[in-house]
């Protein structure tokens, strides 16, 4: 049987795209009833886009939406209209979070602001995922994981050489969101731990600048420290770390690369060296002492460049199973989604979509008790509007009078 920690929490969620909608897909995983609040008309403004390989889609199953949304219910409601601002908030009345990544001018527009929730209940935890945080000249303006998190906060500077045609953008699509909705979730289970010791419930904020700035935090601190930054290394410098030559990313002779992540040169040198052929680097009484090493990683560091070129990427796949220090390959998605290793350990999760297709997700990142989650498929726009709305006692009467009205769809 699965675990699932927040069976019994109710979240209430009025948010769209995919940072703070990915944080309520992870507390979905852990049990937790979560519904999604969409625009009557308009619903999630990521519905139907395409943008790219992001964009792909196949009958209702669209990784775009199913990633952030699996699990919930979803409810079409126009909070424009006061008597679908009423069940919004009747929704609310026993909910234990509330999340939001509305602009401050539309929250306040649309009555969403702490306030105005817990005026419906004092309990409840409020949540808001931004681009900026909530204070300082750029509170109010929107920001996007490819913006704020990949280049405000320094991924892109880290990740793009000085020499580099082009910027470096994100290796994914909705990748600093992705990692910020799970930094999101993790701050829910902490408010809903503290809650349950002091009965006092939190605001929560996490901002896609907050999280981008943790992720370079070292780099930031040594900023701080000593007000300079190492940049990147040149796209024309040798493929070595010249600080130690069991460390970066080698081409194969196919084009792709092998990484090697030994920080700890001399315990896996003679190992290294006898995986990559150059054994007679071991006779080199220079070579003999981690000083040695380290004094020497540039040239060493050619020799291990120059016998991984030898070979292809496959090949090396298969012959460093057996190194000892830590490598990888350098995978594509075709190679993931087939790495045994995925598989394994329940990274990717079944479900069916709409159309009654088996499909797969990448499984959100805790497991509890050795188990992965169970997982179902994101809601199709406002697919449980009727279902809700008679859990909150609402006669057929009533529901029909709130879509007359425009209230809710």
């Given amino acids: 049987m699965v675990f699932q920690p927040m069976k019994g929490v109710k979240v209430v969620e009025v948010a769209q795209f995919t940072f703070t909608p990915s944080a309520g897909a992870v507390l979905a995983d852990w049990g937790a009833d979560v519904i999604k609040v969409e625009h009557a008309v308009t619903g999630d403004a990521q519905r139907g886009l395409r943008i790219g390989t992001g964009g792909a889609a196949a009958g209702s199953f669209q990784p775009l939406m199913e990633h952030p949304n699996r699990g919930k219910r979803s409810i079409g409601l126009a909070l424009e209209v006061p008597s679908a601002y009423d069940v919004l908030m009747e929704l609310v009345q ?119 700035a943790w992720a370079m935090a070292l780099s930031l601190g040594t900023a701080m420290l000593t007000d300079q930054a190492n940049p990147p290394a040149l796209l024309t410098d040798p493929p070595n770390i010249p600080v130690n030559p069991t460390v970066g990313s080698f081409r194969t002779s196919d084009g792709r690369f ?61 012959h460093l199973q057996s190194l000892e220090g830590p490598w990888a390959p350098a995978q594509s998605p075709s190679d993931i989604v087939a790495d045994p290793q995925m598989e394994a350990n329940g990274y990717f999760v079944p479900l069916v979509d709409a159309d009654g297709n088996e499909r797969k997700l990448v499984a959100s990142p805790v497991q509890f008790d050795e188990t992965p989650p169970t997982v179902t498929r994101a809601p199709q726009f406002a697919e449980h509007t009727d279902e809700i709305l008679r859990s909150l006692g609402k006669s057929e009467d009533e529901i029909i009078q709130l879509k007359i009205d425009g209230a809710c769809t």
């Fill in 94 to 212: 026993d909910a234990d979070v509330f999340v939001t990544n509305f602009l401050p001018a539309a929250r306040r527009r649309l009555r969403l602001e702490v306030d105005d929730v817990r005026s419906a209940n004092a309990k409840v935890i409020y949540v808001r995922g931004s681009g900026h945080g909530q204070r300082g000249p750029d509170a109010e303006k929107p920001g996007y994981d490819g913006s704020t998190y990949w280049s405000r906060t320094g991924s892109a500077w880290g990740a793009t050489p000085p020499d580099s045609p082009r910027h470096v953008g994100q290796p994914a699509g909705a990748y600093g969101d992705s990692i910020s909705g799970a930094v999101m979730a993790g701050g829910v289970a902490a408010a809903l731990f503290g809650r349950e010791r002091t009965g006092e419930p939190s605001v929560i904020d996490v901002s896609l600048m907050s999280v981008g």
């Fill in 258 to 318: 092998i990484t090697l992540m030994m920080v700890q040169p001399s315990r896996y040198f003679a190992d290294t060296c006898r995986h990559l052929g150059l054994d007679h680097l071991l006779d080199d009484e220079r070579f003999q002492s981690p000083e040695g090493i380290i004094a020497n990683a540039n040239e060493i560091g050619q020799h291990v460049a120059a016998a991984i070129a030898q070979q292809p990427y496959v090949h090396w796949v298969q």
